[in-house]
T-cell receptor
Framework: KAGVTQTPRYLIKTRGQQVTLSCSPI?????VSWYQQTPGQGLQFLFE???????NKGNFPGRFSGRQFSNSRSEMNVSTLELGDSALYLC????????????FGPGTRLLVL | GDSVTQMEGPVTLSEEAFLTINCTYT??????LFWYVQYPGEGLQLLLK?????DKGSNKGFEATYRKETTSFHLEKGSVQVSDSAVYFC?????????FGTGTSLTVIP
């Protein structure tokens, strides 16, 4: 079974631009979570979607948004990029509604110049 | 709120040395506990988990026991290998949300 895939793997943007990242969960998984990973802050939870509904949201500004499609694929969008948004963005999927075990993708590394 | 605290790194060990990475947690209720590992350039992989007190998770020679009385989930391995060099994350699941520690970098030298 294919793992979690994320596209693109690397991205360079400039301040003020917006970006959309994509995540395809493991087949059959309905829960998708997003995390931001930075050297200083570690993994920080962004949001979680289950069956196209956002169930949980972390403490990030409204510039960060996401959605999930009927096939469970998910996208996250960051508008008006700031230098501090440079990070590795990780997507994780899980089978059960309660997200018992999460399986992570390789991440999208975003650099904001 | 819920949180995880793990020992700061980096940790450097010689091959075949004993490894302990400490992890303590704060949570209401009865969380599930996890250790994830991240190899260079990759995402996180589940290493082991425990879902209730006194459970022991184990995988690839690594072990961790869910200790409710000390709110701990320390990771141990009796004899590390160079291939174990990675960053290790302790995590808990409380309700529908995961909380991760800041990660501990391990380097094993031959």
């Amino acid at each position: 079974k294919a793992g979690v895939t994320q596209t693109p793997r690397y991205l360079i943007k400039t301040r003020g631009q917006q970006v959309t990242l994509s995540c395809s969960p493991i087949s059959g998984h309905r829960s998708v979570s997003w995390y931001q990973q930075t050297p200083g802050q570690g993994l920080q939870f962004l949001f979680e979607y289950f069956s196209e509904t956002q169930r949980n949201k972390g403490n990030f500004p409204g510039r960060f948004s996401g959605r999930q499609f009927s096939n469970s694929r998910s996208e996250m969008n960051v508008s008006t990029l700031e230098l501090g948004d440079s990070a590795l963005y990780l997507c994780a999927s899980s089978l059960l509604a309660d997200g018992e075990t999460q399986y992570f993708g390789p991440g999208t590394r975003l650099l904001v110049l | 709120g819920d949180s995880v605290t793990q020992m700061e790194g980096p940790v450097t060990l010689s091959e075949e040395a004993f490894l302990t990475i400490n992890c303590t947690y704060t949570a209401t209720g009865y969380p599930s506990l996890f250790w994830y590992v991240q190899y260079p350039g990759e995402g996180l992989q589940l290493l082991l988990k425990a879902t209730k007190a006194d459970d022991k998770g184990s995988n690839k020679g690594f072990e961790a026991t869910y200790r409710k009385e000390t709110t701990s989930f320390h990771l141990e391995k009796g004899s590390v290998q160079v291939s174990d060099s990675a960053v290790y994350f302790c995590a808990l699941r409380s309700g529908n949300q995961f909380y991760f520690g800041t990660g501990t970098s391990l380097t094993v030298i031959p």
